[in-house]
C-alpha cells in the first residue's frame, strides 16, 4: 500500500469491500431516485451519497439505469419472498405494509418509475413482479371468499387496486402530512392507517 493510499482512506480506517460500497450504492440511490426521478438524477449525486466514486456506479452496475434496477431489485426481491407464506389476506397486508415503512421512498419509486408513462421500470415490473403479486392477491381472494371474510360476488380486481390504494397514498401524501395535520405521520400512524384500511376492507365504514 503506498502513502497517497493511506492518507486517501485515513488512518485506522478499514478498507471497503467491493461489497459495502455496492450496498452503500444502493442504499443510498434509493431515496434520491424517488425524489428527483431516474432523468434529473446524476451520477456525481449518487456517487457522493454513498461516499464512492461516480467511476463506481459504471464499475458496480454499467451505469445509472442498472443502478436504478439494481435498488428496484435489493427492495421488492425480498418483499415477494416474504409475501409468499401468508395465507391470508390481513398476513399479506401486514407484511406489505411493514416492509413499506421501512423503506418509505419504495412509494414514490413506484409511482414515478413504474406507474407513470414513460418510467425506467414498468417493463421490469410487468416482466419479473406484476405475474407473481397478481397470482398471490387472486389467491388470497379465493380463501377469503371461501372463508366467508369476502362476498363472493366480489370484484377481484376492483378490491386489489382499492387495497392498496388504502395501503399506499397514506405514504404518497406523507411529505404534506405537517401541513394537513400539523404533525408529520409518524410510523405509529401509518399503522393506525394500515389498521382502518384492514376495517374498511372488510368490515366497512358502519361496521
Known amino acids: 500500500m503506498n502513502i497517497n493510499e493511506t492518507k486517501r482512506r485515513g488512518a ?5 469491500s467491493n461489497e459495502d460500497r455496492r450496498i452503500r450504492l444502493i442504499q443510498a440511490a434509493g431515496p434520491i431516485f424517488s425524489q428527483c426521478g431516474f432523468a434529473a438524477t446524476k451520477i456525481p449525486e449518487l456517487a457522493a451519497a454513498a461516499d464512492v466514486t461516480p467511476a463506481m456506479v459504471h464499475y458496480y452496475f454499467g451505469g445509472k439505469e442498472g443502478l436504478l434496477r439494481a ?9 415477494l419472498t416474504k409475501l409468499d407464506d401468508p395465507s391470508t389476506l390481513e398476513e399479506w397486508v401486514t407484511l406489505f405494509h411493514e416492509h413499506i415503512l421501512a423503506r418509505r421512498w419504495m ?26 403479486v397478481i ?39 406523507a411529505p404534506l402530512s405537517g401541513i394537513l395535520t400539523d404533525t ?22 358502519k361496521g
Not at 12 to 16: M, N, V
Not at 108 to 132: K, N
Not at 185 to 205: I, Q, T
Request: with cysteine.
Open 107 to 132: 412509494p414514490h419509486l413506484m409511482l414515478r418509475e413504474v406507474i407513470m408513462d414513460g418510467g425506467h421500470l414498468r417493463e421490469h415490473f410487468t416482466a419479473q413482479y406484476a405475474p407473481r
Open 135 to 173: 397470482a398471490k392477491w387472486m389467491d388470497l381472494f379465493s380463501h377469503e371468499k371461501q372463508e366467508g371474510r369476502m362476498r363472493d360476488d366480489a370484484n377481484d380486481l376492483r378490491h386489489a387496486v382499492l387495497m392498496m390504494a388504502m395501503l399506499v397514498y397514506p405514504f404518497v401524501i
Open 71 to 79: 435498488v428496484f431489485d435489493n427492495a421488492f426481491t425480498p418483499l
Open 12 to 16: 485506522g480506517r478499514p478498507k471497503d
Open 184 to 205: 408529520p405521520f409518524s410510523d405509529d400512524e401509518m399503522r393506525n392507517f394500515r389498521a382502518d384500511a384492514l376495517h374498511l376492507f372488510f368490515c366497512g365504514a
